[in-house]
């Protein structure tokens, strides 16, 4: 216990699956957490259901002014920003046959340039005190599908614009660390509802399952595990690296 204890973190998309169980464990080892969402309903009650260490914030996080908001929230109200986590995304579904321009553009800029945003806002503040930026990936940055166009480049982008921007915090010596977190296929209300939509969901659920050499889906737990890692001072070594989490997928 403790192993992040008093360490102010903001985490994007924290409302439901991986980013409501980051924020309790997160909690549960003494972190001070911000979550965002644009679900407010849902995030509120998360932020509720996890104590008084949890603020609930609404945000867009493709909105640069939003984001310049929320960043000066957290120096208004805790004087610092121990730990970013950039959670926030969408799976859009499509080839490249029948994603629309749309729709790919929508994968970007929720996906990829959410993150530069958050990574550019938090900067000047995280420079003061220096911390950990966490990017979500994929493991289908690595393993990709004919059905995942949008999402499979958008995913692949992360990990050099981890790398870029870690190597840039070396340079400039500001103390601040950043890494990728790549997931394989995670048991989370997104992939439930996505089993549930098809016309067979027990062998859709079976399919997923054996995607992973191991023989089944992750827990979002087994993410959270490695944000509390990457969060606290034991990654002070970790940089520019991409922890893939995802049962073999990408092997």
């Not at 849902?42 to 929320?70: C, H, N, S, Y």
């Not at 990936?137 to 958008?154: G, H, P, Q, T, W």
Request: charged residues 20%; contains cysteine.
């Amino acid at each position: 216990m403790g192993r992040v204890q008093d360490k102010v973190i903001l985490l994007t998309g924290g409302a439901m699956g991986l980013g409501r169980a980051a924020a309790a464990r997160l909690v549960e080892e003494g972190a001070r957490i911000v979550i965002t969402d644009h679900n407010v309903e849902a995030g509120m009650k998360t932020a509720q259901a996890l104590g008084d260490d949890v603020e609930f914030l609404e945000q867009d996080v493709t909105d640069p002014d939003r984001w310049a908001e929320v960043i000066a929230h957290m120096e208004s109200k805790y004087g610092r920003l121990d730990v970013l986590i950039n959670n926030a995304a969408v799976t859009v579904f499509g080839s490249i046959a029948d994603v629309s321009y749309e729709d790919f553009k929508r994968c970007y800029t929720v996906d990829v340039d959410s993150i530069f945003l958050g990574c550019k806002s938090a900067m000047d503040l995280m420079s003061k005190t220096g911390g950990s930026m966490i990017n979500f990936s994929s493991a289908a940055a690595i393993s990709a599908s004919a059905d995942l166009v949008a999402y499979n480049s958008a995913k692949a982008a992360l990990p050099m614009l981890t790398k870029s921007i870690a190597l840039y915090c070396a340079r400039e010596k500001n103390g601040v660390r950043v890494n990728a977190v790549l997931p394989g296929t995670i048991m989370t209300p997104n992939v439930q509802s996505v089993i549930d939509g098809t016309p067979d969901p027990a062998a859709t659920e079976q399919s997923f399952a054996l995607a992973q050499p191991i023989g089944h889906m992750g827990e979002p737990d087994d993410i959270a595990h490695l944000l509390v890692y990457l969060a606290s001072d034991e990654s002070k070594f970790a940089t520019g690296a991409a922890f893939a989490v995802d049962g073999g997928l990408s092997i």
